[in-house]
């Protein structure tokens, strides 16, 4: 008698949950408050049905993301084109082709937009197919089929395909019911794509891990040790299964409840009252057109990106003595997130994730949390992108804006040499642009941080789940085998495996400029090397900032942010300090705030 297979009742992803809850609550006339919101931002207008708000948008700059009646444009151009007319294909990628910078860099209010271009990655028959629609004529003109490495984002399609996959093969479902898994709590992800070795060289291959959500929301701290499902994604069938922990337990996930409302213990710390910085004039800032900021001396585009999370463009600050705009940045974004796992072990070896390339960044976006994420007086920005059908979906509140006072200091000196007495200091008020990307267990908060002297802080923060390990071990004083030797044991059976996170950005500087100059410092013997001009030349930058994390038992159940950050800061652009006429904050400015009488 065979064994009788129980059916999935709980078949979660991880990675990509914010794409599911966008292919259930896609955007449809007949639903129009679908995505209301509770929050309401009175002092900017924020209006509470996006579905009626983004259905009536039209582009106003060339740099603005299609429109929600932009990418149906394209789903019905694709439909009617010859090659897609039997089988349409899966769409990993729809956003703006964007035009060239110097039709940009052309361009004013007021004057026509160049030519509206979407382009396209889609996958069928195996193959990817690369396009761009032309929105004006409604037609394809642009069409190539690649035949280069690498492989598009991963869509929505392509992880249930995977996990289809995976629930309908007996080895694995015998593997879960021996290691006494109940099928009612068993969640299961698909790490990154990518071949390793020469059985998947040229194949479309992705990987599932499963974890138990027995007794807790945290089913990070509960994996299913060293079982791992590589899967064949084109022609959809298991390559293999390596099952080599059976005698590792899944995790109790001792402690590991991370949400405020179930915990059970004291916090053990004098209370800290509720904070918030108000604003009775209401923000500084203002945005136009929906993606045209304005604040203080400085003006940038802003645009939710799927891929890359957040695009800043256009960036110009005011000169101090001129009073004209001065460019300083054509584009910045983060262009790729590269996690690589420290452990050779068959079933970590090929944790190596790319996060922007492989998932997006805007598409892992969850939205905002107001008072929490961002402070009350934010403003906050929907991404529109398509789903793998081709249709148009919201990503609500993926992006805020705000003004920041955290009692820092802009300048300050006091001086009691001689008669009278000068005691001079301006407070630093910043203008921050924010998103927050959920991709899987970690959440990256980036930051573009705008200051009043000129200087641009770009900050990332990691916070979420640890990637764990399962192991026999429940303490430190366990004997611990050798490859396991320099992982840390951060809670009882769970290993902390040692990662590293490289966040890229691409920088395209346009100082007073498209035609900048780098100058020769130690890099001088690399770019001479390769006969790179860098003499009143268009550079792009690259910098990578990173984290090199050790895992810690202050890590767990989830890791509190930890923060990297680059400074992009004038040298010599201005002709003095240009913050030296601000105005000092006096009493009569400021709202005032009186304790409430608690008898």
Request: proline share 7%; hydrophobic share 35%.
């Amino acid at each position: 008698m065979g064994i009788t297979v129980p059916s999935f009742l709980r078949f979660i992803l991880l990675f990509f949950t914010v794409l599911i809850l966008a292919a259930h609550l896609r955007l449809s006339p007949s639903k129009p408050g679908i995505f209301d919101t509770s929050y309401s931002n009175s002092n900017l207008n924020r209006n509470l049905n996006p579905w009626q708000t983004l259905k009536r948008n039209i582009p106003h700059h060339p740099l603005d993301p299609l429109t929600i009646q932009e990418i149906n444009k394209v789903n019905e151009v694709l439909k009617s084109y010859q090659p897609f007319l039997n089988s349409f294909p899966s769409i990993h990628f729809l956003s703006l082709d964007e035009p060239d910078k110097v039709q940009v860099l052309k361009w004013r209010k007021g004057y026509p937009l160049p030519l509206r271009r979407a382009f396209v990655i889609a996958v069928l028959d195996g193959k990817s197919h690369v396009l761009t629609v032309d929105l004006n004529s409604n037609k394809v003109d642009s069409h190539d089929i690649n035949s280069g490495s690498g492989y598009p984002l991963v869509s929505l399609n392509d992880i249930y395909s995977a996990l289809e996959i995976t629930r309908s093969n007996e080895e694995f479902n015998k593997s879960i019911i021996r290691r006494g898994v109940d099928f009612s709590s068993l969640v299961c992800s698909t790490p990154s794509t990518g071949w390793f070795g020469p059985d998947e060289e040229g194949r479309r291959v992705m990987r599932v891990h499963c974890f138990s959500n027995q007794g807790t929301a945290n089913y990070y701290m509960q994996p299913i040790e060293g079982l791992t499902v590589t899967v064949d994604l084109d022609k959809r069938r298991v390559l293999k299964i390596s099952d080599t922990g059976q005698g590792i337990p899944v995790p109790k996930g001792i402690n590991s409840e991370y949400r405020y409302d179930p915990q059970q213990k004291p916090l053990n710390m004098e209370k800290i009252n509720p904070i918030s910085m108000e604003q009775s004039k209401g923000p500084s800032f203002s945005i136009e057109d929906g993606h045209t900021v304005r604040w203080a001396n400085w003006i940038f585009h802003l645009k939710p990106d799927y891929r890359a999370g957040m695009v800043i463009s256009e960036a110009k600050v005011k000169d101090s003595e001129t009073g004209e705009f001065r460019s300083v940045m054509y584009k910045g974004f983060s262009s790729e997130m590269f996690v690589p796992y420290m452990d050779i072990d068959d079933s970590w070896y090929f944790k190596s994730y790319m996060d922007a390339g492989e998932f997006g960044l805007g598409a892992t976006a969850m939205p905002l949390v107001p008072l929490n994420d961002c402070p009350r007086n934010a403003y906050y920005m929907d991404g529109v992108f398509a789903t793998y059908e081709g249709k148009p979906f919201v990503q609500p509140n993926m992006i805020c804006v705000f003004e920041k006072y955290a009692g820092d200091i802009s300048w300050r000196h006091s001086e009691v040499m001689g008669p009278p007495e000068i005691r001079e200091a301006r407070p630093k008020v910043t203008l921050v642009a924010r998103m927050a990307a959920s991709v899987g267990n970690y959440d990256y908060i980036f930051d573009w941080e705008f200051q009043t002297d000129g200087l641009i802080r770009v900050k990332v923060g990691a916070s979420g789940m640890l990637m764990v390990k399962g192991t026999i071990h429940e303490n430190i004083y366990d004997q611990v085998p050798k490859q396991d030797e320099y992982v840390p044991l951060v809670s009882e059976n769970v290993l902390g495996v040692i990662h590293d996170h490289f966040v890229t950005f691409h920088l395209d500087m346009d100082i007073d400029g498209p035609n900048n100059s780098f100058k020769k410092l130690i890099c001088n013997h690399f770019l001479t090397n390769r006969d790179r001009p860098i003499d009143k030349k268009d550079i792009v930058l690259w910098y990578t900032l990173g984290f090199h994390h050790i895992p810690c038992q202050e890590d767990y159940p989830v890791m509190p942010t930890a923060s990297s950050s680059f400074e992009l800061k004038p040298a010599n652009f201005f002709e003095s300090n240009p913050i030296l006429r601000a105005a000092p904050n006096f009493e009569k400015d400021l709202p005032v705030c009186h304790m409430k009488d608690s008898s």
